[in-house]
């Protein structure tokens, strides 16, 4: 008998972590199971702001798929998905069609646009190990030309971050850190250099408690940040962007941190969904697709409590995975009841640079070094589930405080 076809579509937190666990039950026995991603390597998402900025190598944030999951278990293809056959049971990739009995769909999410004019063009994204590396260089690019300028061009030091909300934050946290060390290393005074947060808003990080907003606010302000809330980008031009009240900022350097959406291979592929996010059912599996499971950014959930739906997070796309592969393995045993998925958020914390951080952990807020130490523990705990304290030892951040 043919045993069953599991393939796995990313190696984002959700695809790596139910290739992990599959790898580790009996699943890999009795099904054959294929890991697809584009890369060889698997990256943390939530750590990218620190390489863009430069206060990180980009190597501390990946690692080789093969050192983490054992590819004689389960099957590695490096090649890129184009399109999902859902009535054939097919995947198409860039060099290859794979069969599938059951498939994972965790395909991870691309930048949100919102249609705004330039900014595939003109801005750059926090979205992989490749597009911060670009930002890192352009940046130092900048600031090595600077002074050979006879005529410096306005606009050439200011850096404007686009969106006040996790990934902006933290970057601008970042590079209050790394900006003074660059100003430095190229003789600049540092007055000659803007850091602009721009939130179309009414908040920066909204949603978030208020306390911990104003606290993080004043951190940054005092390093220099000025924050433009509810001042939503009209557009992005090469040489900076115009606002809505048509007022124009002069940039070189336009990092655009507003949202994602999902990966184009979701609509593309003919799913219902809702800015490439599918509304899946409660047991993860896509409406009306008893054989796919959809986990991370391509997979929406609604909160209750808000009718809003949950953002697209690596704490619940970690938790997603443990659902979904707990789900293959009753399906492959021939089970026909499966676990149902809920969100069990045990708290969100932001780093802004430095020892500095805010967060709610429980009921609890917390400021400064104790934030930072919690936001360190969190990455470090995702590697110990992945790969366990080896990993961690390679890959963590262990100093604490």
């Not at 666990?21 to 939530?46: C, F, G, I, M, P």
């Not at 686009?162 to 540092?190: K, N």
């Not at 409660?282 to 391509?298: N, Q, S, T, W, Y």
Request: overall charge negative; aromatic content about 8%; some cysteine.
């Amino acid at each position: 008998m043919n045993k069953p076809k599991i393939v796995i579509l990313g190696a984002g937190y959700g695809g790596m972590m139910v290739a992990s666990r599959l790898q580790k039950s009996t699943v890999v026995k009795d099904a054959e199971v294929t890991l697809v991603n584009k890369h060889n390597y698997h990256y943390q998402t939530t750590w990218l702001h620190e390489p863009a900025a430069g206060t990180m190598h980009h190597d501390k944030t990946r690692m080789k798929i093969d050192s983490v999951i054992d590819t004689k278990k389960v099957n590695f293809i490096k090649d890129t998905v184009v399109k999902i056959d859902r009535d054939q049971k097919k995947v198409e990739l860039e060099n290859a069609v794979l069969d599938y009995d059951y498939l994972v769909l965790g395909l991870g999410s691309i930048p949100e646009t919102f249609g705004i004019p330039g900014v595939q063009e003109h801005a750059f994204a926090i979205r992989s190990v490749n597009s911060v590396r670009l930002i890192k260089e352009h940046m130092e690019y900048q600031f090595a030309s600077y002074n050979k300028q006879e005529e410096k061009p306005e606009g050439m030091l200011n850096i404007v971050v686009a969106g006040a909300g996790f990934t902006g934050i933290e970057f601008v946290g970042e590079l209050t850190e790394r900006v003074p060390e660059l100003c430095e290393e190229y003789d600049i005074p540092r007055d000659k250099v803007r850091l602009l947060s721009v939130e179309a808003a009414p908040t920066a990080l909204p949603g978030f408690d208020e306390e911990l907003v104003e606290y993080a606010m004043n951190i940054l302000e005092s390093r220099g940040v000025e924050f433009k809330i509810n001042t939503p980008i009209k557009e992005v031009r090469e040489d900076g962007v115009l606002l809505n009240d048509d007022s124009f900022i002069k940039s070189n350097t336009i990092v655009w941190t507003t949202g994602v959406r999902g990966n184009p291979v979701v609509e593309e592929s003919g799913f219902d969904a809702m800015r490439g996010r599918i509304k899946v059912d409660k047991d993860l599996r896509a409406p009306g697709h008893e054989d796919i499971f959809v986990i991370g950014d391509c997979a929406l959930i609604i909160n209750e409590e808000t009718d809003r739906p949950y953002p697209p997070t690596a704490q619940i796309a970690i938790q997603q995975s443990y659902t979904c592969a707990n789900n293959l393995k009753a399906l492959v045993e021939g089970k026909s009841e499966l676990e149902q998925f809920k969100p069990d958020i045990k708290g969100t914390v932001a780093s802004l640079g430095g020892k500095e951080a805010i967060g709610v952990v429980g009921s609890r807020k917390l400021y400064g070094n104790s934030a930072s130490a919690v936001k360190k523990m969190i990455d470090n705990r995702y590697l110990f589930l992945l790969g366990g304290m080896p990993l961690v030892l390679k890959k963590g951040k262990l100093k604490m405080f």
